[in-house]
């Protein structure tokens, strides 16, 4: 069920940010704000931005399936790839670059929570799985 959930929220927002000009609409009074992304580093994402916002977790879970179990490791949906292009000044890892803040921007919007950075991060946090 909070899967359902989950996916619905992911739905909305990326057809939200389809829509242009919906952030003005839906922020009036007692609503919540769209989330705003920062621009990446690089000039055109692995895939377009709508197929990004709609499967992104499905490409990193299968990326991570190729690497861990086979030792396949391609760049195209790589974890670290995606440090390198949206990765920005993090508090919650001492000031080092992270890509936790780009992903927090929908991800708290939706209410969906993450935790690849307990692991993947400079500096691990109470609960780390990270030595």
Not at 98 to 105: D, G, K, L, N, V
Not at 122 to 128: A, F, H, I, N, W
Request: proline fraction near 7%; charged fraction near 25%; glycine fraction near 8%.
């Amino acid at each position: 069920m909070t899967r359902v959930i989950g996916l619905a929220a992911v739905f909305f927002v990326s057809l939200a940010a389809l829509l242009g000009g919906v952030p003005e609409v839906w922020a009036g009074e007692g609503r919540v704000p769209l989330p705003v992304l920062p621009k990446a580093k690089g000039e055109q994402c692995v895939a377009p931005a709508e197929d990004m916002r709609r499967n992104h977790a499905n490409y990193l879970l299968h990326q991570r399936d190729e690497t861990m179990r086979k030792g396949i490791r391609s760049n195209k949906y790589s974890l670290k790839e995606c440090v390198a292009c949206h990765a920005s000044p993090d508090a919650e890892a001492g000031g080092a670059d992270t890509i936790r803040p780009f992903c927090a921007e929908c991800h708290d919007y939706a209410a969906v929570k993450i935790d690849c950075f307990e692991c993947h991060t400079t500096k691990p946090g109470k609960g780390s799985l990270k030595p």
